[in-house]
Structures are given as structure tokens and as C-alpha cells.
């Protein structure tokens, strides 16, 4: 599976971004993919994940409940991040990733097989 993120940018303290995954490579069931961050100096760190099956689910972590929305479109085979309400300590390289395995901890980026080249979230305060 090949992914590749885009959409990220510069924009203001409490505006919006969206971002994109497109996946390539394999037909996409019964697998999960996700979303993580990481800040210069600071761990990689979950954001989101849904899973890409017939029953959908979703995760989120903590301090982008209420803010953040993942969604799939199966028919693009395209992962999105919306992101409302943004705040300075969102600013980080977004990374897509995607597992094999819809069981395990979505949140541990180790289980992840596939990853994406980031795209850079920066938010001006």
C-alpha cells in the first residue's frame, strides 16, 4: 500500500484544515488507517483512526475530541482530517498510516505497516 498526505498549511489559531490520504496499491478491506502527529522534539503521537471494513469505526485521541473528524471515501480510496478550532499545539507533521490487522491498539504506531510522507500542519497564534 502506498500512501501519500496532503493538504496541510499555515492557517490562524481557531481556523480549519483538511487533510487528504490517498491510498494506492492493494484493494483496502478489513484494515485500519490512521492519523498521527509529530511536533519538532516531541514523540509521534495518535491522532485518529478508522477502519476501512464493512462495520466502521472510528478512534480519536483525547485533545482532538470535539475538533477533529475522520472520514473515508471508499470510492476514492481517500482518507480525510477535518480540523476545526485550531490551535498552535496542533502544529506538527501529519502522517497517514494504515494496518493490516483491524485488531490491537489502533492508538500504537508501531503496529502500523504502511505510512505516508507527512505534510506539515503549522498554526499561527
Known amino acids: 500500500v502506498q500512501l501519500q498526505a496532503y493538504g496541510g498549511g499555515l492557517v490562524q489559531a481557531g481556523g480549519s484544515l483538511r487533510l487528504s490520504c490517498a491510498a494506492s496499491?492493494?484493494?483496502?478491506?478489513?484494515?485500519?488507517m490512521g492519523w498521527f502527529r509529530q511536533a519538532p522534539g516531541k514523540d509521534r503521537e495518535f491522532v485518529a483512526a478508522?477502519?476501512?471494513?464493512?462495520?466502521?469505526?472510528?478512534s480519536y485521541a483525547d485533545f482532538v475530541k470535539g475538533r477533529f473528524s475522520i472520514s473515508r471515501d471508499t470510492s476514492k480510496n481517500t482518507m480525510y482530517l477535518q480540523m476545526n478550532s485550531l490551535k498552535p499545539e496542533d502544529a506538527a507533521v501529519y502522517y497517514c498510516?494504515?494496518?493490516?490487522?483491524?485488531?490491537?491498539?489502533?492508538?500504537?504506531?508501531?503496529?502500523?505497516?504502511?505510512w505516508g510522507q507527512g505534510t506539515q500542519v503549522t498554526v499561527s497564534s
Open positions: 498510516a494504515a494496518r493490516r490487522s483491524l485488531h490491537g491498539t489502533w492508538w500504537n504506531g508501531d503496529e502500523y505497516d504502511y
Open positions: 496499491g492493494r484493494t483496502l478491506n478489513n484494515i485500519v
Open positions: 478508522i477502519t476501512w471494513s464493512t462495520v466502521h469505526a472510528d
